[in-house]
């Protein structure tokens, strides 16, 4: 039986996923953890629900783990200046080593997943992916008929 592409993807995704879960333990931290630290590090101000978004969880969900990572002092949540109201999140200069670590392990892991592939296809598997999440992005959603309807 010829291998599925959406099977395959999504295995792929839920080992990587695993791995970096065992990984962060390792650092007394969540790959939920691990995954906002590295998001603010490139976008940083977000605010929670924004972060909720991208991590598809509900913002109650992100207010916990952003309370553990402020605990720790890692991050602060500061007001945003043309709205009190909403207030962003800002990493603080000791998760600088963690977010360094994170890109170890990430890089360490590229090489994992990438050995014995020439530079050539690892372009073409990226241009693919790329591709696909365009496409996943752009395309409108059909909808499907309930029962009875």
């Not at 991590?55 to 969900?61: A, G």
């Amino acid at each position: 039986m010829k291998p599925e592409l959406l099977v395959e993807l999504y295995d792929v995704a839920r080992l990587m996923r695993t791995r970096f879960d065992r990984w962060a333990r390792t650092y007394g931290m969540t790959r939920a953890q691990g995954v906002i630290l590295a998001r603010l590090s490139r976008q940083p101000g977000m605010t929670q629900n924004e972060m909720a978004s991208i991590c598809e969880v509900e913002p109650i969900t992100v207010g916990r783990l952003v309370d553990r990572l402020e605990a720790r002092g890692l991050l602060e949540r500061r007001h945003d200046p043309a709205d009190r109201r909403i207030r962003r999140l800002h990493l603080l200069p000791a998760a600088q080593p963690i977010l360094a670590e994170i890109q170890r392990y990430k890089n360490d892991l590229h090489a994992e997943l990438t050995d014995g592939l020439d530079e050539a296809t690892v372009d073409r598997v990226i241009e693919a992916l790329l591709h696909m999440k365009v496409r996943m992005t752009s395309e409108p959603v059909v909808r499907i008929a309930a029962a009875g309807e």
